[in-house]
């Protein structure tokens, strides 16, 4: 199946900093990406749709100026979390479709702490 | 609001019987449903998926059985293998063009040697 790579698999940052996560498509290019939070023992929460060269659209409760998403080309989507507090600790997972007649693909997930 | 809901937080399952996984959902614009297998600090893997317009569909050892009427559907693993222990999630697509999946809460299969 077609591969998303998620980078960092996971980071460590002091509260107050910002963290950037990247996912490729790696043999694929895909104009829609998903970025998810998954919480402890918690279902997969969709955070936000990204759009290449367009703004992203966020889910209901998620704030866009603290989850900023740049979809800068075909194969690059990334998540920065500006201001990081210890309740932002989740793991992110982004996904990305080949077409609307494939399952979406998943990245690795990042596991992020906020200490 | 859980559109998507898997009541069983947990199974065990005996080695080379059958693992049945369940899965309700409340939103009629749903037209494709998916499995996915989830290990520990990894993205969620593909496993099987299954149109509205179907009510099984079958890949090797797993079957996913559709009951529109009931809104439920199931994932059937026989036989169960000890590689199967994992968290499975189904998720919820639709209607047709809106790409979002709307996930359960997962069940953790543990298959016992």
């Known amino acids: 199946g077609a591969v998303v790579s998620q980078h960092p698999s996971w980071v460590i940052c002091k509260s107050g900093t910002s963290v950037k996560i990247e996912c490729r498509s790696l043999?694929?290019?895909?104009?829609?990406m998903f970025w998810y939070r998954q919480f402890p023992k918690q279902s997969l929460m969709l955070m936000a749709t990204s759009n290449e060269g367009s703004k992203a659209t966020y889910e209901q409760g998620v704030e866009k100026d603290k989850f900023l998403i740049n979809h800068a080309s075909l194969t690059l989507s990334t998540l920065t979390v500006t201001s990081a507090h210890p309740e932002d600790s989740s793991f992110y997972i982004c996904s990305a479709r080949v077409n609307m007649n494939t399952e979406a693909f998943f990245g690795q997930g990042t596991r992020l702490t906020v200490v | 609001d859980q559109q998507v809901k898997q009541n069983s937080p947990s199974l065990s399952v005996q080695e080379g019987r059958i693992s049945i996984l369940n899965c309700d959902y409340t939103?009629?614009?749903?037209?494709?449903f998916l499995w996915y297998k989830k290990y520990p600090a990894e993205g969620p893997t593909f496993l099987i998926s299954?149109?509205?317009?179907?009510d099984k569909n079958e890949d090797g050892r797993f079957t996913v059985f559709l009951n529109k009427s009931a809104k439920h559907l199931s994932l059937h693993i026989v036989p169960s293998q000890p590689g199967d222990s994992a968290v499975y999630f189904c998720?919820?697509?639709?209607?047709?063009?809106?790409?979002?999946?709307?996930f359960g809460t997962g069940t953790r299969l543990t298959i016992i040697p």
């Open positions: 939103n009629s614009m749903f037209d494709y």
């Open positions: 998720a919820a697509q639709g209607p047709f063009g809106n790409e979002k999946l709307t």
């Open positions: 299954i149109s509205s317009i179907k």
């Open positions: 043999d694929f290019q895909a104009t829609t």
